[in-house]
């Protein structure tokens, strides 16, 4: 997810004419969610999140990290949130990230581009949870002292 140097990456041009949709379980699968929004809106004109869960579950899961969000799917399913938001966010594109097979397919039934997750947060150089401690410091202790 480059921006287009020749557009100079803002505003209308190049990447940033694009309205980017997180599919909550995407986001919980994120070391740090506030600061991947932050990076986002540096080449996106909107984010936000889109989910089947109640409303207050995305709604505690954004308070929880501080993340700003420029819409959610409230208490709409993700077919029916992304095609509102494509109507009230005309920009040329408009892309989901997700992490299931009904991502896509959503994506697809509402005129979106899917992203799989592990390709967005590769592309982008977003740190995805677990990568930092994938090793438990306890599970090969050398020590013979433990009980």
């Not at 420029?70 to 966010?89: A, K, T």
């Not at 899917?114 to 150089?125: C, H, N, R, W």
């Amino acid at each position: 997810m480059s921006n287009d140097a020749s557009s100079g990456g803002g505003p209308g041009g190049g990447d940033a004419d694009m309205t980017l949709a997180f599919e909550l379980e995407a986001l919980r699968n994120l070391a740090d969610p506030n600061a991947v929004f932050n990076d986002a809106r540096q080449w996106t004109e909107y984010v936000g999140v889109v989910s089947e869960k109640p409303t207050y579950v995305v709604t505690n899961f954004t308070r929880k990290h501080r993340i700003r969000q420029d819409f959610f799917s409230g208490p709409r399913g993700v077919i029916e949130s992304l095609e509102n938001v494509r109507e009230q966010f005309d920009t040329e594109r408009h892309v989901l990230v997700g992490t299931a097979d009904d991502d896509a397919a959503a994506a697809d039934a509402a005129g979106w581009e899917y992203l799989p997750f592990e390709q967005a947060a590769d592309a982008a150089g977003w740190t995805i949870a677990g990568d930092d401690d994938s090793e438990d410091p306890f599970e090969s202790s050398d020590r013979d002292d433990w009980p």
